[in-house]
C-alpha cells in the first residue's frame, strides 16, 4: 500500500519550536512529526527517555530538528528543567502540547476490579496525570 501523501497544514509555523509533553507516546509522535514536517523544531518531552528519544531521532532522520527530554509532567523539578533544556538548545518555545497522560490499571474498572473499589488516590493519580501535569 503507497503512503499517503504529506499535505502540509501548518506552512505558517516554520522555525516556531514546540514542547510535547508525551511525545513519546502514539498521538504525540504523529503531531511531532507532523509539526516537523511543517518547519517546527521540536522538543520532544516524556516519561521514558527512551520513548522521547526515539522520536526525536525518528525526526532527525527525517531532516527535522528535535530534541528528547525525560520529564515527569507531574514533577515541577523536572517540568522546570525540561524547559530549561528546551530553551538553552532551541531558544524559545512558541506552542505546547499536553499529551501526556493515559489510563491507570488501579482506576480503570475491569473484572477484577470494580468501581466502588476504585480507591480515591487512584483516582486521583489519573486526574493528576490528565489535567494537572
Ligand atoms: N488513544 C486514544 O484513543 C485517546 C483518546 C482520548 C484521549 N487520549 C489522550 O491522548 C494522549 C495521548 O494518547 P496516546 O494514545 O498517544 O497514549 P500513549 O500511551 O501512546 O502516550 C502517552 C505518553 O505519555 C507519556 N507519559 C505518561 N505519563 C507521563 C508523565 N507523568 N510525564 C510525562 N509523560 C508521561 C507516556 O510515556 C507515553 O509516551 C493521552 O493524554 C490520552 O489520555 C487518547
Redesign the pocket.
Known amino acids: 500500500m503507497s503512503e499517503t501523501p504529506y499535505i502540509p497544514i501548518f506552512p505558517d509555523l516554520k522555525h516556531k519550536c514546540a514542547a510535547i509533553?508525551?511525545?513519546?507516546?502514539?498521538?504525540?509522535t504523529a503531531i511531532a512529526r507532523g509539526l516537523s514536517r511543517s518547519g517546527v523544531r521540536v522538543a520532544i518531552?516524556?516519561?521514558?527517555a527512551e520513548?522521547a528519544e526515539a522520536t526525536a531521532s525518528g525526526i532527525r532522520d527525517e531532516g527535522g530538528d528535535a530534541v528528547g527530554i525525560k520529564?515527569?509532567?507531574?514533577k515541577k523539578n523536572d517540568v522546570g528543567a525540561a524547559f530549561n533544556a528546551t530553551m538553552d538548545r532551541f531558544g524559545q518555545i512558541d506552542i505546547l502540547v499536553n499529551?501526556?497522560?493515559?489510563?491507570r490499571k488501579e482506576a480503570t474498572t475491569s473484572d477484577t476490579l470494580s468501581f466502588a473499589d476504585i480507591t480515591p488516590d487512584a483516582l486521583m493519580d489519573t486526574v493528576a496525570?490528565?489535567y494537572t501535569?
Open positions: 509533553t508525551g511525545g513519546g507516546g502514539a498521538i504525540c518531552w516524556d516519561l521514558s520513548a520529564c515527569d509532567v507531574l499529551g501526556a497522560g493515559g489510563s496525570l490528565n501535569g
